[in-house]
């Protein structure tokens, strides 16, 4: 048996502001244990800290993927009960998938594997049972290309109309409808103005990894019009509010009950989840990151001042060759004079030692991370259900193909002007 959606939003708000404490550090700025300062209040947290710096690597890499499996965090922390409150029925529909995936290959075309897969197990999770495909035309938000919205078409034999403001996917992906014969319309709009509402009108709306803002829209309009939505959503922290708004009314009542407050880099920890990358890249990464240590430590050594210094982001394909020049780059974006006769092996192998502590400690976010995922997906669900509609939660397919695999369908059941 599954808790209710608002027996978990509830006991989540809890627990997420009982360990705001342990998880909301960034293991990353620290040199010294992240939870230093908490130590004489719970002395418990240098064991903890200890623990996870003693973790052998292959433990490590274990618990980085599943965080909830034989940790050793539980001695501590309330691991089974947060393995069980972010557990939701896998929604596999492997009848209807099975068939998807036999469809035609050219149905595929023009798409990556890996997103061919993550859409054809949207569509087959797409329908609540009971409702008859091919009855409604349908939107697609934030559409790309309108990949979905052409896979949707030929699925259920409706017209899909794909909602983008970028002129040239719009373009692309009418061509691409055109060239197959599917009946697909792309159209140029800001999904974010009010025009926008002409499209809901006796449709229902699918929405594959719309970002932060876009699929708060959404559901904002949703509830004012009683649509039917399908929504796999992301990007939490894609928001213009530096803290975030809780949307439901028992979130906003929960949070400011047991004072948990969630900023914009909180937001982002809940999608922090490298799964997809492949080996090579999950390497460069951590170079990236080992050599960003490594150049925190010259620059404490330099400037006598003990704190973490951000340094701008920079795409691994301008990454420099070495770690010397990797540290000149850095050194320049924050105006550091770099001394002479630098070391640079010996702050190197620090970076790489630093890594290696962030790591374990990070394990604790890595525990939290997906509660909060959990959480802000349950505010959604929440308000929706708080508007009255009838809304399902589910996994629409496995973490591999993509992390962000929450799915949300919801039905108007009642009258809508309840949720105004
Ligand atoms: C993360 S992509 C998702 C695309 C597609 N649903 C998919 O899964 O591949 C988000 C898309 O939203 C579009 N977008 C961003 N802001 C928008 C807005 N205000 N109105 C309409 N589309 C927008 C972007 O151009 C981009 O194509």
Redesign the pocket.
């Not at 697609?140 to 790309?144: K, S, T």
């Not at 909602?163 to 970028?166: G, I, R, V």
């Not at 709009?189 to 974010?192: G, N, R, Y």
């Given at each position: 048996m599954f808790p209710t959606h608002v027996e978990r939003l509830e006991r989540l708000t809890e627990l997420l502001a009982e360990w705001q404490w342990l998880w909301a550090p960034a293991p990353f700025m620290h040199r010294q244990s992240p939870w230093q300062q908490h130590v004489s209040r719970y002395g418990w947290v240098a064991h903890l800290a200890e623990c996870l710096t003693e973790l052998d690597d292959e433990t490590c890499m274990r618990l980085q993927d599943d965080p909830f499996d034989d940790s050793p965090l539980a001695a501590w922390l309330p691991v089974s009960e947060l393995a069980e409150l972010v557990a939701v029925p896998n929604g596999v529909e492997s009848e209807r998938l099975s068939a998807i995936m036999e469809a035609p290959s050219r149905w595929a075309d023009h798409v990556g594997g890996r997103?061919w897969q993550?859409?054809a197990a949207f569509a087959a999770h797409m329908l609540p049972p009971g409702l008859q495909p091919g009855l409604q035309p349908m939107v697609?938000?934030?559409?790309?290309k309108g990949?979905?919205a052409r896979l949707l078409s030929r699925l259920h034999g409706v017209e899909v109309t794909g909602?983008?403001?970028?002129r040239v996917?719009c373009d692309e992906g009418q061509r691409l409808a055109d060239r197959q014969g599917v009946a697909v319309q792309l159209s140029c709009?800001?999904?974010?103005q009010d025009d926008v509402v002409t499209w809901l009108e006796g449709r229902s709306v699918v929405?594959?990894?719309?970002?932060g803002d876009?699929h708060v829209r959404l559901l904002e309009l949703a509830r004012q019009h009683a649509t039917t939505v399908t929504l796999a959503p992301?990007?939490y922290q894609r928001t213009r509010y530096t803290d975030y708004r809780p949307l439901s009314h028992l979130a906003r009542e929960e949070t400011t009950r047991q004072g948990l407050c969630l900023s914009r880099e909180h937001l982002a920890l809940s999608v922090q989840e490298t799964v997809t990358a492949s080996h090579g890249e999950r390497r460069k990464r951590e170079r990236a990151s080992a050599w960003r240590l490594g150049f925190d430590e010259l620059q404490r050594e330099i400037s006598g001042i003990d704190e973490y210094l951000p340094i701008p982001s920079l795409s691994h394909g301008r990454l420099p060759q070495d770690f010397a020049g990797f540290c000149h780059w850095a050194a320049d974006q924050k105006h550091v004079a770099l001394t002479p006769s630098i070391d640079w092996s010996a702050f190197e192998a620090q970076g790489w030692e630093r890594l290696s502590r962030v790591r374990r400690w990070e394990l604790v976010r890595h525990l939290f991370r997906r509660p909060l995922e959990m959480w802000l997906v349950l505010d959604r669900v929440v308000w929706l259900e708080e508007a009255g509609f009838d809304v399902e939660l589910c996994e629409f397919c496995e973490r591999h193909l993509t992390p962000r695999n929450l799915l949300i369908r919801a039905r108007p059941v009642v009258d809508p002007s309840l949720g105004h």
């Open positions: 997103k993550q859409m697609e938000w934030c559409a790309g990949h979905l909602l983008e403001w970028q996917l709009q800001d999904v974010m929405a594959l990894h719309a970002c876009l992301c990007c």
